[in-house]
């Protein structure tokens, strides 16, 4: 059903459009795109032909670290989120990395349930991480591999 691949310049501008509608506080165009420049490994989740998410993350030495992620509303719950992380995990560990990182919302229980499934835990809390219109804590997770 669903199909993960590289990004490549051509996903660009689609991935960017899911950035805007999934994500409270997207990152600007200008940063979604120059992660892409500067090597941030980036795959996307297509179902049929139709770029349905991405997910970005960069691995220095032994730690890899998500940065973002997004599936269409439409397509949430469905296993697309599931296929990004699991490729996420499996990418990493052939870069070499030991133990994955992110943050999340405080709020957004979903993702947190979501990340807890594939064995992430809470390491700490970063007060006021998200400024702007829905400012939020971030929750710190990580998940050794």
């Not at 994955?100 to 349930?113: G, T």
């Not at 700490?124 to 591999?145: F, H, K, Q």
Request: glycine share 4%; net charge positive; proline share 3%.
């Amino acid at each position: 059903m669903f199909k993960i691949a590289l990004m490549d310049q051509s996903d660009l501008e689609n991935a960017y459009k899911i950035e805007q509608e999934s994500n409270p506080t997207p990152w600007s165009r200008n940063n979604f795109f120059s992660s892409f420049d500067v090597g941030h490994h980036s795959l996307i989740c297509k179902a049929n032909k139709e770029l349905i998410g991405f997910i970005v993350f960069s691995v220095i030495k032994n730690e890899s670290h998500l940065l973002n992620v997004a599936v269409i509303e439409k397509w949430r719950k469905k296993g697309a989120g599931s296929l990004l992380i699991e490729s996420l995990i499996k990418q990493s560990k052939v870069l070499g990395a030991k133990k994955v990182f992110l943050e999340v919302r405080s709020k957004n229980l979903n993702a947190i349930k979501f990340y807890e499934k594939y064995n992430f835990v809470k390491d700490a809390i970063r007060a006021n991480y998200y400024p702007g219109e829905y400012p939020d804590d971030a929750v710190l997770m990580s998940l050794d591999i």
